[in-house]
């Protein structure tokens, strides 16, 4: 049975007028005759009323909650009976399911007299998503598929048409969703369903965007609420990370992480380039790897959730240039030289199933836009969330990982470049380095006084220096520093006068800790002798220093080009994203010159904003079209031809004095004013070309 | 380079005009400066003048032939220097290639003074494809896919863009195609074909139809004029047969046929339905064995034609719904019983891969739209080729082939209807009937006074009573009666007295020959005695008359139901479909009852209709709109639920005497008056429901 809508106003010649009714939140209001279903009026005035049944009494997606009494505001008093007595199928709603009191359907209650009707959060289909950081932008619910229910005409031999276009027919009429298309399975399972059924069916439709038609791409029998899910990915070079959400409450019902099986070929991007260049093949094993890696994640955050895969229907993909094109099938050759070409940059609308992603036979896969050939669709991402092209303030973003991702901007401009930092701020490349995992040195403190260190681990909240330490530690051991330990570590030797401006360590005698000791032609220092514990000695070296100097040093570089593009000698804030970004200690990183000057409270952590990205895109369709605009309008800077980032990469590679270059952090620390260089033994004056990766 | 167009017309204050430019065989006609190349002022005017190059002197497809002086009937006098000298370019060309004489290169050659230039059929996109039947409406080429030579602008580190989006850029600039999107594969291939290519790529676009964007499905580096085909099907219950097309000429390359493997889960239709309906998986079980048949087809065109199947980029396949939907992977259950109602029945766009052809990686499938349920694709490409609807005569378009598909129309209106015929027009349930073959009688004469038959048998030309006949026949034997055979054997008896009007074979004393002989309660008639050359006795019972009946019933009674349909009692002429149709004798047909009166010069065999219809479906895409139209237009008559069928039917069962219902045949034949029946061993008075089939 088609929807009827109320007639038409009836004509002023009447003595008394029809009923007002008042929406909230929204203020909606208009006259409708009395007998009209609250869900019509709502559809009427564009009240955002969700409703899958169509107004059948089935799905309980339009409930509302009347207020009664006066409302002074808008002038009208309500009455007892302004809407009709609950009726039976509301009572039999209430009996099976619940209704929440003072709730009614809003497709059963029929206006009486004037009304004030609320409409609660959960019956509104472009909902809000909480998000637990509270200076992050709020998502609206508006996902790629929608689904509804639909009453098609029954086959006549006299007007002999296709039962698929007998639906299509319905969902024009009822749903006003036209010109819909389909795939074969469906087609395959169309007629069982209709008639399963009886000739009604839950439609799920997926509307990719402008150019394309809207797609049939789930069909169930009778009213069918099973939940579909979205799965949003953020696929790093080194892990795959994964967040399961309800598409119709935008909730993360699971997430899941593993590691990039394509890290076989190569820690860094750069090597798995060369992996395909040299090897016949190889961009095919690349591919194959990462998809198989996608593929677990699939299975993993479903068996999570303790859903079936084929729940998930809709799925996005962050991810950097290189895994963008290797995830594709796609040779990553030209992203390994100048200049850097993609084979595509725009958005993707996919299906999962081209890509060997073990979902819904039709899941639709969206794969975010890229930047520019080192600026991958992950900073798109991260552009997304934080949002820089609406910030009143000038704001840098810097998402840490095996390369910085770096956006500057405000509402006027947004610039990014990408800077090749290397895996030493994940810990790879240091000599006692590891991936952040239970066991590993992740915070790191130094008495000035004493040089003597305390640290914590991953998996303990004991100093170790406190009491019961090294029993908790037995059940890890002490395995090494992760990248946040590295960074604190480093910091906290220089301000303690362990390390000197241009990076050496101190022998013994100039820094007056047996702790540091000769190790070949430089210094190393002693963090923990973990072989009572069945570990390793935990050491600082001289070539450590020089990795993070390295690194924070392209890191400091890519920014201040940006700046230097924008014309500013500060920021106004600065947004640290990444996994890593989350465990950085801002005052640390400061320490170490790898980001700008700024107040210390202006330095916030972000989270993993690129999965943040991915997570919007999959819940919100216009911020797909959203991102892809401002994707088109971010100017980017290609670092490697930029004279400008080999100047700032050469000026910053010392640790700074931090009263000289960083005067937020003077007034917090000193950093004792001492000289290790002894004439021999150092590399200080030596530079080193970073690979990319 | 992008094309550059000629200027605009220089301003009236000039003191001479420009050069007239007439176009022929068009007639179009313009001024244009001197010095606009022949192909700009082409294109200005809308002239139909081919180009894959875009102007650039390398594919040759933009040939015209200036003439020289005057004429009256234009005003207009030629001069010998009216276009530009001879060029480097075009003299290369010929060097290389040949040009015919007088011909120039479009691109090169440019307007001087006053010009008429001739565009020869080779050199228009939209030309001509030569039919060999005289009647046969033409098939004006105009492909779903067109190829384009483009030039594609570098990457630029400045302006990151995607190799893919500059493609997008340089299509919509050079050839105002826009909004292309492409595939995986494509995508895979791009940066090393644009490389090679030194940035000029010869790009392959599908266009399907006006709500899909355009789809580059291939690219070649530099200019690529490597033929592609398409391939058009005529997907039979008993045989599938297949037309390669060069997409550029028009011209069929290759045919080939092969029985479809599908036949081993039942002779008729309505058996594979009953086959899905009884086996656990039956129905996939159909679907794989037909599409294995689909591939094989495609890999034997593709041999035959000596080209790779990976050339093959289009298809079109024409069938009945049961077909349809076993090919699709769509159960054909709810095509077995009332009300026939198909999964879908409009026209589709698919991906030949996703059914399993083994053609070009994005080779494109359209299936025309089926009509009804029981009036199939198959009928709608009948329609596609003979186009009733714009017949100014009544034309009644008999498909014969296991179900009779019917047509009857003129340019005001046209009816549909399938008749269930059963397969003994195709020589099955017949006692010696067979497959048309080697062998196989297919013409049979009858003595009226002696009885004695002559016949041919497929393979030879000789009339079996003609010397050498039987040296002849022991090559294949003689081994049964084919379809057409058993058609003018019944005739031919009727005819001669043997077989009377209610159907009844006379005994020997009756009919005075031998070979008329008692065989169980009724007669049979002896044909041919093939035991000497290694065969059976080839005799004609009584039952195969009977069935013969039945088939030729069910064939006139669904035409005669359209002619109710639209009140008329005659049509103006009829055309045979089919391979059968191409076989039959219209005397003979029209004898036995088959059809219903009509001059024997108005009956005409259009060979396989089907198969032409998916030949213009795929050389034209105007025709694919076309066809969608026409089929939304015809007014299908399901006989199963029309009770003047059954009545139709129970009249049209007895052979007629040609004088009363066959005016115009009765000019020609005289039936003898003979009633064998003897009061005891006939059927003639029980009526069977045949199956549909």
Redesign the interface.
């Known amino acids: 049975m088609p929807l009827s809508f109320a007639t038409e106003r009836t004509p002023v010649s009447q003595s008394k007028p029809d009923p007002l009714v008042i929406f909230t939140p929204s203020g909606k209001r208009g006259h409708f005759p009395a007998g009209t279903p609250v869900l019509t009026a709502a559809r009427k005035l564009g009240v955002d009323l969700d409703s899958v049944c169509g107004g059948r009494g089935k799905c309980s997606k339009c409930q509302v909650a009347p207020s009664y009494g006066e409302f002074s505001k808008h002038g009208v008093t309500v009455a007892k009976d302004a809407l009709s007595p609950f009726n039976e199928v509301e009572a039999r709603y209430d009996r099976i399911r619940g209704l929440i009191s003072g709730r009614r359907l809003g497709c059963q209650a029929t206006i009486q007299t004037d009304v004030v009707i609320d409409v609660p959060p959960e019956s509104q289909v472009h909902k809000q998503v909480v998000r637990k950081r509270a200076e992050a932008r709020d998502i609206t619910l508006a996902p790629s598929i929608r689904r509804v229910l639909v009453e098609v005409e029954?086959?006549?031999?006299?007007e002999?048409?296709?039962?698929?276009?007998r639906l299509q027919n319905a969902l024009a009429q009822q749903w006003d969703i036209k010109?819909v298309t389909t795939t074969?399975p469906i087609?395959?399972r169309?007629?069982?369903c209709l008639r399963k059924g009886e000739w009604s069916v839950t439609c799920t439709i997926h509307n990719a965007g402008i150019?394309?038609?809207p797609r049939l791409i789930d069909i169930a029998q009778g009213f069918d609420e099973t939940a579909f899910y979205g799965l949003a990915v953020d696929l790093g070079s080194t892990t795959i990370a994964g967040h399961l959400c309800n598409l119709e409450t935008g909730e993360v019902v699971a997430s899941a992480g593993l590691m990039n099986p394509q890290i076989r070929f190569g820690e860094d991007l750069m090597s798995r380039v060369s992996y395909g260049m040299m090897n016949e093949g190889g961009s095919g094993e690349m591919t194959a790897a990462v998809r198989e890696g996608m593929a677990q994640l699939c299975r993993d955050v479903a068996k999570d959730a303790g859903i079936a895969p084929e729940r998930i229907i809709d799925a996005t993909i962050v991810c950097n240039p290189v895994m963008h094109h290797l995830f594709?099938?796609?040779?990553a050759?030209?992203l390994g030289q100048?200049?850097?070409?993609?084979?595509?940059?725009?958005a993707l609308n996919?299906s999962a199933h081209?890509?060997g992603l073990p979902l819904h036979e039709n899941a639709a896969l969206y794969m975010l836009p890229?930047?520019?050939?080192h600026v991958g669709a992950d900073a798109a991402a991260v552009a997304l969330s934080e949002a820089p092209e609406k910030s009143d303030d000038l704001v840098l973003i810097v998402d840490v990982g095996t390369n910085a991702e770096i956006i500057l901007g405000n509402k006027n401009r947004v610039l990014a470049c990408s800077s090749p930092t290397g895996p030493a701020f994940e810990g790879a490349q240091i000599s006692a380095g590891q991936r952040a995992a239970p066991g590993a040195i992740e915070r790191v403190e130094i008495d000035p006084i004493t040089k003597e260190p305390r640290f914590k681990i991953i998996g303990s909240d004991l100093w170790s220096n406190e009491a019961g330490f090294e029993e908790a530690a037995l059940a890890t051991g002490v395995t090494g520093i992760c990248g946040s330990g590295i960074i604190e570590c480093v910091a906290e030797m220089r301000m303690a006068g362990i390390v000197d401006g241009p990076g050496l360590i101190g022998s013994a005698e100039q820094v007056g800790t047996d702790r540091c000791f000769a190790d070949g032609r430089t210094n190393s220092y002693l963090l923990y002798d973990a072989t009572h514990l069945g570990g390793d000695k935990i050491t600082v070296t001289n070539r450590d220093i020089r990795e993070i100097q390295m690194a924070k040093a392209a890191l400091y570089s890519g920014a201040r080009l940006l700046m230097d593009k924008f014309e500013v000698d500060t920021v106004d804030r600065i947004v640290l994203c990444g996994a890593f970004g989350a465990h950085i200690s801002p005052k640390h990183a400061m320490i170490l010159g790898m980001i700008p000057d700024c107040a210390l409270d202006k330095v916030t952590s972000a989270g993993n904003a690129a999965g943040t990205g991915a997570r919007i895109a999959l819940l919100n369709t216009d911020a797909r079209r959203e991102i892809e605009t401002t994707v088109r309008a971010i100017h980017?800077i290609?670092t490697?031809?930029e004279p400008r980032f080999q100047e700032h990469f050469v000026n910053a590679s010392n640790i700074p004095n931090a009263a000289d270059s960083f005067p937020h952090l003077g007034a917090i620390v000193t950093l004792p004013n001492v000289n290790h260089n002894a004439g021999d033994g150092s590399d200080g004056g030596k530079r080193r070309r970073r690979r990319r990766g």
């Open positions: 029954q086959p006549d031999m006299h002999p048409t296709g039962d698929f276009e010109g074969l087609l395959s169309l007629q069982k150019s394309l038609p594709l099938g796609i040779d050759y030209e100048a200049p850097f070409a993609l084979a595509t940059s725009d996919l081209e890509v890229c930047i520019a050939g980017k290609e490697a031809i």
